[in-house]
């Protein structure tokens, strides 16, 4: 399973991204898409997952209620739309898949990853 993100970029505080990424093709190991983000000097920090239906969602603490993730069956598409931006959401976002959201909230890893895309967000 290949992942292709895109969407990320330079925002002021305040201001607002959606990033998309595209799986190659959706099996049972990859039926579950989300996104983990790591920043210069930290850890990998798991943001948000959803179930291949988007009805189950999870997010992490630091972005709950300013970002939301859904997901395009039809296009095997996830998309990220993130809200109120503040310099420390500046990070490398990954596109993630794996076989259950819940466990990648919980594993805080993943079984597929898709190559980085910047987000910078300027003060």
């Known amino acids: 399973v290949q992942l292709q993100a895109s969407g990320g970029g330079l925002v002021q505080t305040g201001g607002s991204l959606r990033l998309s990424c595209a799986a190659s093709?959706?099996?049972?190991?990859?039926?579950?898409m989300g996104w983990f983000r790591q920043a210069p000097g930290k850890e990998r920090e798991f943001v948000a997952a959803?179930?291949?239906?988007?009805?189950?969602?999870y997010y992490g603490n630091s972005v709950k209620g300013r970002f939301t993730i859904s997901r395009d069956i039809t296009k095997n598409t996830v998309y990220l739309q993130m809200n109120f931006l503040s310099p420390e959401d500046t990070a490398v976002y990954y596109c993630?898949?794996?076989?259950?959201?819940?466990?990648?909230?919980?594993?805080?890893?993943?079984?597929?990853w898709g190559q980085g895309t910047q987000v910078t967000v300027s003060s």
């Open positions: 093709e959706r099996t049972s190991s990859s039926s579950a």
């Open positions: 993630a898949a794996g076989s259950a959201a819940y466990s990648m909230l919980v594993k805080r890893t993943a079984s597929y």
């Open positions: 959803a179930a291949m239906s988007g009805s189950s969602t």
